[in-house]
């Protein structure tokens, strides 16, 4: 069968297609980047506003770096992603974090921890 113009157009975005829909991205890989926050709430209520300018870094060697400026949060540690769980070592606190993830794609993270929910878009 002689390929033409549209077939062969045809032909290759199904080739991408299947080669995207075939291609694996662990969860841990995908939460890599940085995140701008959309809000922060407890029990349906604003904790504090958020800002262009508030951020969570979750790099690739596992080290995090978050800041929100009405929080007056500026926080660094280690970071782990297990299970559908986001877990955050803080360096100065000496304490772990575990939040609960409701959503992470490519574009957008949300978690839960107890009754504060974070609303994250990939910034980057």
Partial sequence: MKLIKGNKSIFLSLACFLWGACSYQSERSMAVGKWQFVSVTANDSVMFSIVE????????????????????????????????QLY????????????????????????????KHFVLKRSE
Wanted: net charge negative; charged share 30%; proline share 0%.
């Fill in 53 to 84: 300018t508030d951020f969570l870094d979750l790099n690739a060697d596992s080290t995090f770096h978050y800041e929100i400026n009405e929080a007056h949060k500026i926080m660094d540690g280690t970071w782990q992603y297990s299970n559908h």
């Fill in 88 to 115: 955050l070592k803080y360096k100065k606190l000496d304490t772990t974090r575990v939040f609960d993830i409701e959503i992470l794609s490519m574009h957008d993270l949300i978690f839960n921890e107890k009754e």
